[in-house]
Structures are given as C-alpha cells and as structure tokens.
C-alpha cells in the first residue's frame, strides 16, 4: 500500500507565492492555491491558518527572496547614484526573469490598494502597505546616507528624491508586467538618472 505523500509547506509556500504575484490576493482563489500546493485544504490550514495568513507568509518570503537582494545592492555601492542604479537594476532582472512571475507582487499590489479594504483583504493591504513603506525607508535612509557624503547638494531634501526613485521602481514593476524587456527597463533607468542633482564644485 503506497504511503500518503508528505505535505511539504515551504513548496507550498513558494507555490502559492507564485499564485499571489500572478493574480493578486483577491484573484487567487482558495482551489488553486490548494491544487498547487500538493496538499489538502485542511493541510494547507494547518500550516498557515487561512488564506490571509499563506498570504502573509508567502509576502514575507518574497521580501526576504526578491526584495533583499536589491536592497543588499542599494547598500553595498559607496557612491549615492550608483546605489540607486543597482537598487534599480537589481529590481529590474528579478521583474524580468523568466523562470518568475513579471514585475513586483508588492508594487503591483500597492496600486491596487482600497481606501476601505473589505474585512477579508484588510491585513493583506496592510501588510503590502507596510513593505511597501519599509522599501521607500530604506532608499530615503540611503538618499541621506548620499547626502552625508557628499554625492548629493547641501540644500537637496531627500524625501522628494526618493519619492521619484521609488516611483520609478514602481513603474519598472508595471513595465514589467506589460511585456516589456530587461533591456527596455534599463533604458528607463539611465533615462531616470540622467536628473540626478549634482553638487556644485
């Protein structure tokens, strides 16, 4: 008598991961999360709680999968605009990787986001709300670091700065997600550079 497969939740994980990047929180229904899962429904329960908490962690995931690295790369370049640069870059073959669903589950989600969420999709919108939150944190703290050096002028703020580097990120997801290419989405990053404000000499 064969034995019953094991139900495996970090390939339950990653699976419903995928689920989520293509067709959003509302979009993924509870039968395909449950068919690609490999497990039962009560399964995929027991290890996660409900859909809204294989959404959260499979957020968490993605964040520490796909988000780190880039921003790994924001940190790692000492000069501010080659920081962004590889921020963006990093960013951008990770929205183009074919072996990947296109664009940023959280970008794509934060379009997304109601004024008032429903009470199934609240914790969902505020958990992308929050990563969403986290990624601009980081690249402003980066902008001040910038600043601090001198790779940006005395009078720069750098809330507004990152607020345009952010959103150019946010439109690479969405460029992404309409077919567009790695190389295409490179172009708009040199193109976004281009305005970097340089310090006087």
């Known amino acids: 008598m064969a034995r ?27 039968e395909e999360l449950t068919g690609v899962s490999g497990g039962s429904r ?10 809204e908490g294989l959404f959260l962690a499979a957020l968490e995931r993605y964040e520490a999968q796909f988000v780190a690295p880039a921003l790994a790369a924001l940190e790692d370049e000492p000069d501010g605009r080659a920081a962004v640069r590889a921020f963006l870059v990093a960013s951008a073959e990770r929205f ?3 072996d990947r669903p ?5 970008a794509a989600h934060a379009a997304g986001l109601e ?9 969902p919108q505020r958990a992308i709300a929050a990563a969403d939150a986290r990624l601009h944190g980081r690249l402003r703290d980066r902008l001040i670091r910038a600043k601090a050096d001198g790779n940006l002028p ?11 580097y952010h959103g150019v990120r946010h439109a690479l997801s969405t460029q992404a997600r309409l ?16 305005g970097w404000p340089t310090p006087p000499h």
């Open 4 to 30: 019953p497969r094991t139900f495996d939740a970090d390939a339950a994980l990653d699976a419903a991961l995928r689920v989520f990047w293509s067709r959003g929180y509302r979009g993924a229904s509870l």
């Open 42 to 51: 009560p399964s995929l329960y027991a290890a996660f709680g409900d859909k």
């Open 96 to 98: 183009t990787d074919p």
């Open 102 to 106: 296109p664009g940023c589950l959280i």
């Open 115 to 123: 004024e008032e969420p429903g009470a199934s999709d609240e914790a």
């Open 154 to 164: 005395a009078g720069e703020p750098p809330g507004p700065l990152a607020d345009l």
């Open 179 to 194: 077919g567009r290419s790695e190389r295409a989405l490179r172009a708009t990053i040199d193109a976004a550079l281009r």
